[in-house]
């Protein structure tokens, strides 16, 4: 593997094709079994477009995020919305990762950006996130950092059907910050 660094980017309406593609790579990958086939293997594509257009152009102050890449290639996002919740804080709209990046730290590094962002500017205390029932491998990813899952929900989901949810949710940020080394630049 490549040791070449991962660099953290904010999101701008420039990067809309991207988090499009990654968003639409994200979601065939790790929703299968839970959306449906006839759905992820639409036109999923500009489905995530036109959503993200719409996001990135209406983005509110209180909105950011991440984009990482490795080798100037986009290989994952993260999107945040500060003070969503006053009960549990900071939104993680939006996790996603190419699925040949799983297992690199790069969703973990997405994470520690969002939570030092919303441990700076953030009213109410906390993060949380929606996560399906079914999505364990993003579960066990958010239970190995920390979170808990406090609440299940039926969510209506893109394609049509009614799907178990979880909100997930750190009540404080401190196992998400990123340790500052010496000489690390600051992100934002």
């Known amino acids: 593997m490549n040791q070449t660094p991962v660099t953290l980017h904010a999101i701008s309406v ?9 968003h639409t790579a994200s979601w065939r990958r790790a929703y299968r079994g839970i959306l449906t086939d006839a759905y ?6 500009t489905d ?17 995020g991440w984009l990482a890449r490795h080798d100037g290639e986009s290989v994952g996002f993260a999107f945040a919305s500060l003070d969503e919740d ?4 900071t939104l993680l709209d939006n996790l996603h990762l190419l699925p040949s990046h799983h297992g690199m730290g790069i969703g973990r590094s997405l994470l520690a950006a969002v939570a030092k962002v919303a441990h700076a500017h953030a009213t109410h205390p906390g993060l949380f996130l929606w996560c399906y029932d079914q ?15 406090v609440e299940q929900t039926r969510f209506d989901a893109p394609d049509g059907q009614s799907v178990p949810d979880w909100r ?3 009540r404080t940020l401190d196992r998400l910050l990123p340790a500052k080394e010496p000489g690390q630049p600051e992100l934002g």
Do not use: C
């Open 14 to 22: 420039a990067d809309l094709e991207s988090i499009a593609a990654l």
């Open 40 to 45: 992820l293997d639409g036109d999923l594509l």
């Open 48 to 64: 995530r477009r036109e959503v993200w257009h719409v996001k990135l152009a209406m983005k509110s102050e209180q909105q950011f």
């Open 86 to 89: 006053p009960a549990w804080g």
């Open 135 to 149: 999505n364990t491998r993003a579960r066990a990813f958010y239970e190995h950092l920390g979170a808990a899952a």
């Open 168 to 170: 997930y949710a750190w």
